[in-house]
C-alpha cells in the first residue's frame, strides 16, 4: 500500500496563505484534513466525499479553507488563507473508503488510514 502523503506546512505570518496537500488520494475515498494542536486530542477541520458532492468545514474555518480535488492527479489541497496563529498546529490528512460515495465524516474514529502530519506555523 502506497504511503499517504500531506505536505505543504511551514511557516507564515499572520493573515497569509497556505495550500497542503495530500496524496495519493484516490477517486473511491472520502478525504479529511484533521490539525492537532499540542497536548491536544486531533480535531476534524474539513472532509470531502469521494464524488466531491458533500463537503462539511469546520465552524472556526469556514470562509478561510477550502477543500478541492484533483482527480487526475490523486490529489485533494487544502488552501489555507487568512491564517491565524490559533491555526497553528500539525495537520493530517486520512482517507476513508465509506459505503456511501456521498457520505464524508472529520471524526477521527472514522479513518485508519492516515498521512503522516504536516506542520503549520502562523507567527509574525
Known amino acids: 500500500e502506497v504511503q499517504l502523503q500531506a505536505s505543504g506546512g511551514g511557516l507564515v505570518q499572520p493573515g497569509g496563505s497556505l495550500r497542503l496537500s495530500c496524496a495519493p488520494a484516490t477517486s473511491d475515498v472520502a478525504v479529511a484534513w484533521f490539525r492537532q494542536f499540542p497536548g491536544k486530542e486531533r480535531e476534524g477541520v474539513v472532509c470531502?466525499?469521494?464524488?466531491?458532492?458533500?463537503?462539511k468545514y469546520r465552524d472556526s474555518v469556514k470562509g478561510r479553507f477550502t477543500i478541492s480535488t484533483h482527480n487526475n492527479e490523486n490529489t485533494v489541497w487544502l488552501q489555507m488563507n487568512s491564517l491565524d496563529p490559533e491555526d497553528t498546529a500539525v495537520y493530517y490528512c486520512?482517507?476513508?473508503?465509506?459505503?456511501?460515495?456521498?457520505?464524508?465524516?472529520?471524526?477521527?474514529?472514522?479513518?485508519?488510514?492516515w498521512g503522516q502530519g504536516t506542520q503549520v506555523t502562523v507567527s509574525s
Open positions: 470531502i466525499s469521494s464524488n466531491d458532492e458533500t463537503i
Open positions: 486520512a482517507v476513508r473508503r465509506f459505503g456511501r460515495t456521498s457520505y464524508c465524516s472529520y471524526d477521527s474514529r472514522d479513518y485508519f488510514r
